[in-house]
């Protein structure tokens, strides 16, 4: 151990640097918390490598080593990757492709604010970016519109350092204003992760170059909700407006400028922004392709109709995982489903009057069964809470895993009072979802539950039956944030490095997609120690408490966390992508 170097190390930021290194010095965490946790904070990657090599060895290392590769620079199937042997492309200049996209909601069209699925995430992120990007390891990285951030000694004050030259498509400046301008349209609308975070005039952009943050409370993962994987905050100019949507005003700073955009097929065309700050694009220009379900975008990439696609499922998607010319990318993946109750009206309903009949349904589910027989192994089984394993603040004694016990569930039912229940699913046509909710039916009919299955099309699904309260003009009853939803329904939710998103805008007390209309103070509370704790150790502890609330509440039911597959044609190469169904092309070329 070279304390020296630790010491110079610790040296170069504030409390809450010295803490995450001194943690990983004496042996708190792992090297690869230690990385995803230091990217959040805005340690850089030669600080980072600095401070592995001075500690010598971890995780079986021998002493003096520094980290391989792959943990400094992104780690192998993180980024663009080939598991299916397909020979990699020479890059060339010029020429277009074709991507298959997810058929956006037709109701919020191209809105950057209230916009909810994935494939109005990809058409909209063409053009406009976010204030932290994605780095080669699939998390957050300086690659966008920050160049560097940093909190202040208690993590309530965030600054976040701006790119130079930075021009907007229409030739005038970005700046620190249109940074605050974005930020308090999102508060205002409230349909972000910011809601208890942020308040109206948080950013101070007396610098052009510079956008200081001041929080409601302190923040230790505040850079992730500023980022690409906190969807619907991408800066839009100042003058921007709630409800104009891209096609309306074409504008960004991104690498792609929007051509045309048809809304009855969404199908998006992008020319090269020849003013991007990146630099000169590989292509000319881009096509995203709608496509209203997945297997159809299957055949079409089978076919070799479109040159890469979004996103694709195991099932149904076997052949492009077995063509040796078909490159998969398989970015980090929270990818899950939320199976919710409805705790505000129904045979759900309570905080503690329906709890054993929720838990019941729980107990029924085969978690192996769906990991097995949806994904094919490339997924892993969930606990009824939103936290992935893999989290450096995940408690893993936290509670007990659930799995399929028929006998516990008919105990629970008869604690309850209750001789059957009989309950309709309403979900969307959404990749596995229909077949997810067959398993369920199956499952739970043993305990002498039955589940009746309604499948609608995914667009119309979020509208009638997960949030209906975000569709219409009419501002929700206080404590009823989606309004009358379903009784009982499964709901997509894609990938977050932090499960932030999950928890307050989908659990806590009024939250903006809490379709179970949830409530319960001590989880509101255990949320906010999450979010004020500037140290894993903190977060481990509060987090810890939220897993064992949610695992006893079942406001939801979490069965899995699935691997996000996409991919393209091996002509193509320099893709990335993120599980939320982002596929950056500002470095595509094709051969």
């Known amino acids: 151990m070279d304390w020296t170097r630790i010491d110079w190390a610790r040296g170069e930021g504030g409390p809450i640097e010295a803490d995450l290194i001194e943690a990983y010095a004496k042996g708190r965490i792992k090297r ?208 921007f407006s709630d409800g104009t949507t891209l096609d309306e005003r074409p504008a960004g700073t991104g690498a792609w400028i929007l051509d045309d955009f048809d809304a009855s097929t969404f199908t998006a065309n992008f020319s090269r922004n020849p003013d991007w700050w990146g630099g000169t694009t590989p292509l000319d220009g881009i096509t995203l392709r709608g496509f209203a379900d997945i297997g159809t975008a299957v055949t079409a990439m089978t076919s070799r109709e479109i040159d890469g696609i979004q996103q694709f499922s195991v099932l149904g998607g076997e052949g492009l995982l077995d063509d040796s010319n078909f490159t998969v990318l398989e970015p980090p993946s929270g990818n899950h489903r939320q199976i919710w109750f409805n705790l505000d009206q129904g045979q759900f309903a309570g905080l503690d009057e329906n709890r054993l009949v929720r838990q019941a349904l729980a107990w029924c589910w085969d978690r192996e069964q769906m990991v097995s027989t949806l994904f094919a192994g490339r997924a892993e089984i969930a606990n009824d809470h939103p936290v992935v394993a893999s989290l450096p603040f995940f408690d893993p004694d936290a509670v007990e895993q659930r799995s399929r016990d028929i006998e516990r569930a008919r105990s629970l039912l008869a604690e309850a009072g209750v001789d059957s229940v009989n309950v309709e699913c309403k979900t969307g046509d959404l990749q596995e979802i229909p077949e997810l909710a067959a398993i369920m039916q199956q499952n739970a009919a043993e305990a002498g539950i039955t589940i009746n299955v309604s499948t609608q099309s995914n667009s119309t699904f979020y509208e009638d039956a997960w949030c209906p309260a975000l569709y219409t003009e009419d501002a929700p009853a206080d404590g009823v944030p989606c309004g009358p939803s379903a009784e009982f329904g499964i709901v997509d939710y894609g990938h977050r490095p932090i499960p932030d998103v999950f928890l307050g805008s989908a659990l806590a007390t009024n939250g903006v997609w809490n379709s179970s209309n949830y409530s319960n103070p001590d989880l509101d509370q255990q949320l906010s120690a999450y979010r004020t704790a500037v140290d894993v150790e903190g977060q481990t502890t509060a987090i810890g408490e939220i897993q064992r609330i949610l695992w006893e509440d079942v406001p939801a039911s979490y069965p899995y966390f699935f691997n996000y597959l996409s991919g393209h044609d091996a002509s193509v190469s320099g893709v990335v992508a993120t599980s939320l169904g982002h596929c950056i092309l500002s470095g595509a070329s094709k051969a």
């Open 32 to 239: 690869r918390d230690f990385l995803k946790r230091g990217s959040i904070i805005g340690l850089s990657m030669p600080l980072m490598g600095s401070v592995i090599a001075a500690c010598g060895s971890d995780d079986g290392e021998s002493a003096g080593t520094t980290p391989p590769p792959d943990e400094l620079e992104g780690d192998a199937g993180e980024g663009e990757t080939d598991s299916a042997s397909g020979t990699a492309a020479e890059p060339s200049q010029g020429g277009t492709v074709t991507w298959a996209n997810q058929q956006g909601d037709s109701s919020t069209g191209l809105d950057p604010v209230n916009m909810l699925d994935l494939g109005t995430y990809n058409v909209v992120s063409q053009s406009f970016e976010y204030l932290v990007g994605v780095a080669d390891d699939g998390n957050i990285g300086p690659t966008a519109l920050a160049t560097d951030w940093s909190p202040n000694d208690t993590g309530d004050v965030w600054t976040f350092q701006l790119r130079e030259g930075v021009k907007w498509q229409d030739g005038s400046d970005f700046t620190s204003a249109d940074v605050a301008a974005t930020m308090d349209r999102l508060v205002a609308k409230g349909n972000s992760a910011l809601d208890g975070v942020l308040a109206e005039g948080a950013v101070d952009a007396s610098d052009p170059l510079v956008a200081v943050f001041t929080l409601i409370e302190a923040n230790g993962n505040f850079p992730v909700l500023v980022s690409t994987f906190n969807a619907q905050s991408p800066i839009t100019p100042a003058d």
